[in-house]
């Protein structure tokens, strides 16, 4: 049993003093206890926090952040930063996907994300190199020390109606059967800390009659996997759902899809009214990208409505852009502000700490959305843990409560020195233990790819 003792940090939904956590040699808590004087032979730090769910990533994306920020003639929307994004995708294999992978996780890892939602549609596509790009993706949470759930995605079409993919699209398609046997070949290969779900690319991209066979093949392997879905980001997606169906994405997901708890609906931006509030009586949570989503010129989804309704939802980091849970957090709190001309305008009912509420709600539901058992520091869960080092300037006069809003909203420097996951430092004095070799593989293999795209 480890035992490790901190002086303050955040305890379920409270913030709690001398605190000791013990581990268990599988990595779950075993004993919380907090007022409590330091055991002889504990491992003594100041602060601890839950650590975060990233919940929504395309990992590829990463070696690609920063290079669509250019205007062309015409138009500069999500639409063609979509192109430009299909033909850098078309760059990738596995063993460029598994160098940008692993360097992104460490990045993870040290901006506080122990756990991440891999919506991976780069398959390039049929079994055997789908297996090999999948397997990339896990060989990189293995180097890094995350853990992954892996959500291979289904995608069919260019639009609805089954409209044929365009060449840009051709690595991420699958037919039912070839998706279900990718599933099953990556069943047993994904244990431990990892999961297995699956994701619908969108409603564009999934003929609605093939919904149900993907469901069905994911619950044949695991009835409670998560199944994640891009929803309703862009307003032209919403109009061309209702000239095909008459029925808004999440109108036509919610009357035809039984969604429940294992789902999570990425980028709910668009949603009227009944449409919010019956996410929230679902149970589903919303994945909100609030740096990618500003990135991309989206809009804003109407969090206090929704959290007020029992609605739950996570962060995900998505295209990275940026890869800092703080960043995401101040974003979602900074969107609503600046649209309703009012200041902290997430927290508690009744009032509260905005950056204590904000971790607390996005690691929960970043939590189930992953099928992951942390989100918070209790007995039971697997101890994933972040250590802040309050020796940084930006935290000097912040106690209490106060410390979380510090942490989220006080400055750009990462106050966070030491992260653990099921039990083991990954990251101690703000550096990951292989981060020299995969940030240095890293800069080599995008320096190649960048120059066989300018050739
Ligand atoms: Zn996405």
């Known amino acids: 049993m480890q035992k490790l003792y901190f002086k303050e940090g955040l305890l379920g939904g409270d913030w709690a003093l001398n605190i000791c956590v013990e581990v268990a040699s599988d990595g779950v808590i075993a004993a919380v206890h907090s007022g409590v004087d330091i055991p002889l032979e504990a491992d003594v730090h100041e602060t601890v926090l839950p650590s975060m769910p990233n919940l929504h990533s395309h990992a590829f994306q990463r070696a690609f952040a920063g290079l669509a920020e250019y205007r062309e003639a015409g138009q500069s929307d999500f639409w063609s930063w979509r192109n430009a994004m299909y033909h850098f995708a078309a760059q990738m294999n596995p063993d460029a996907l598994k160098v940008i992978t692993s360097a992104l996780y460490v990045e993870m890892l040290k901006a506080g994300y122990t756990a991440v939602g891999e919506f ?116 032209k997606e919403v109009e061309a759902s209702v000239a095909h169906s008459g029925k808004r994405p999440v109108e036509w997901l919610l009357e035809n899809q039984n969604v429940d708890e294992r789902w999570c609906l990425v980028h709910a931006t668009h949603v009227q009214e009944h449409e919010w509030k019956a996410i929230a009586k679902s149970g589903a949570v919303v994945g909100l990208c609030p740096a990618t989503e500003a990135n991309l010129g989206d809009g804003l989804f109407p969090v206090p409505e929704y959290t007020q309704m029992g609605g739950g939802f996570g962060i995900g980091s998505d295209s990275h852009i940026s890869v800092d849970a703080r960043e995401e957090l101040r974003l979602l709190e900074y969107g609503q502000r600046l649209a309703r001309q009012k200041r902290t305008v997430l927290t508690y009912e009744g009032g509260g700490h905005t950056g204590e509420y904000l971790w607390r709600e996005a690691a929960r539901g970043g939590a189930q959305a992953l099928a992951q058992p942390i989100g918070e520091i209790a007995v039971g869960k697997r101890a994933d843990l972040l250590v802040i080092n309050r020796d940084n300037p930006m935290m000097a006069g912040s106690f209490y409560g106060q410390v979380m809003d510090s942490f989220i909203f006080s400055g750009q420097p990462n106050p966070i020195s030491d992260v653990m996951v099921a039990g083991e430092w990954v990251v101690r004095g703000g550096k990951h233990k292989y981060e020299e070799d995969i940030f240095g593989a890293y800069k080599e293999t995008v320096r190649e790819i960048a120059m066989a795209m300018e050739a």
């Open 120 to 235: 991976h549609y780069l398959h390039n596509s049929h079994t055997d190199q789908a297996l090999a790009m999948s397997e990339a993706v896990l060989a990189a949470a293995n180097d890094s020390g995350i853990a992954l759930t892996h959500l291979p995605v289904l995608y069919q079409a260019s639009d609805f109606g089954g409209k044929s993919a365009s060449d840009g699209q051709k690595p991420f398609l699958h037919c039912n059967k070839e998706f279900e046997r990718l599933l099953q070949v990556l069943k047993p290969r994904i244990s431990g800390r990892h999961q297995l779900g699956m994701a619908f690319h969108s409603l564009r991209a999934v003929p609605e009659e093939n919904f149900a066979g993907a469901v069905d093949a994911i619950e044949n392997i695991n009835l409670k996997a998560p199944i994640h879905i891009h929803i309703a980001e862009q307003m």
